[in-house]
């Protein structure tokens, strides 16, 4: 069964330090997604992403945050400088089309210090 | 404000018996909503979707039940089992624009052998 990987499974990093979060998603999918979950909360929506740009991004999702496809399997988050807020589940999704069944990944667990 | 969630934050159910689980939404333009199971650790995993052109929508050992009139979905699962033992979110979009997806703050249902 197809899959979206994420790497790495844990990333700790120091505040301000700038991060890059890696997701495969699955082949032949067009909308890319990026969630996040902070210990014992919902999971909250960062950004949606299709046909190379950005559709539609939270409150969550300011300035210090990027997304990009650098080529036809990736598509990363990037936090400039970060936070001890910042410290959370994040989950790459991706869909064939909109709303239809969103497959997630296992999540990188991101550990500001 | 907009928000989905569930009634009841923990379930304790028999192995063998029925579980529901019960959603409140109150984004009446919402058109499409969602069931997951999260395990410890893991990213959400699809267990069964509905749209608001349908009343109740049948899996493989799960249902699920929506009721526009109040703005309720309900996810029924048979003959629980161990292996169902997570944290159950529902989560809604709209039907036009993005797929972004609303999450509830989750219940969690532990299975008693």
């Known amino acids: 069964e197809p899959e979206v990987t994420q790497t790495p499974s844990h990333q700790v990093t120091q505040m301000g330090q700038e991060v890059i979060l890696r997701c495969v998603p699955i082949?032949?999918?067009?909308?890319f997604y990026w969630y996040r979950q902070i210990l014992g909360q919902k999971v909250e929506f960062l950004v949606s992403f299709y046909n190379n740009e950005i559709s539609e991004k939270s409150e969550i999702f300011d300035d210090q945050f990027s997304v990009e496809r650098p080529d036809g399997s990736n598509f990363t988050l990037k936090i400039r400088s970060t936070k001890l807020e910042d410290s959370a589940m994040y989950f790459c999704?991706?869909?064939?089309?909109?709303?239809?069944?969103?497959?997630f990944g296992q999540g990188t667990r991101l550990t500001v210090v | 404000g907009e928000s989905v969630g569930l009634h009841l934050p923990t379930l304790s159910v028999q192995e063998g018996d029925n579980s529901i689980i019960n959603c409140a939404y109150s984004n009446s333009a919402s058109d499409y909503f969602i069931w997951y199971k999260q395990e410890s650790g893991k990213g959400p995993q699809f267990i069964i979707d509905i749209r608001s052109n349908m009343d109740k929508r049948q899996g493989q050992r799960v249902t699920v039940l929506l009721n526009k009139t109040v703005k309720h979905l309900s996810l029924q699962i048979a003959a629980t089992q161990p292996g169902d033992s997570a944290v159950y979110f529902c989560?809604?979009?709209?039907?036009?624009?993005?797929?972004?997806?609303?999450f509830g703050a989750g219940t969690t249902v532990t299975v008693r052998a």
């Open positions: 082949s032949n999918h067009l909308y």
């Open positions: 999704a991706s869909t064939r089309q909109v709303n239809t069944e969103a497959f």
């Open positions: 989560a809604e979009n709209k039907a036009s624009g993005d797929y972004k997806l609303s």
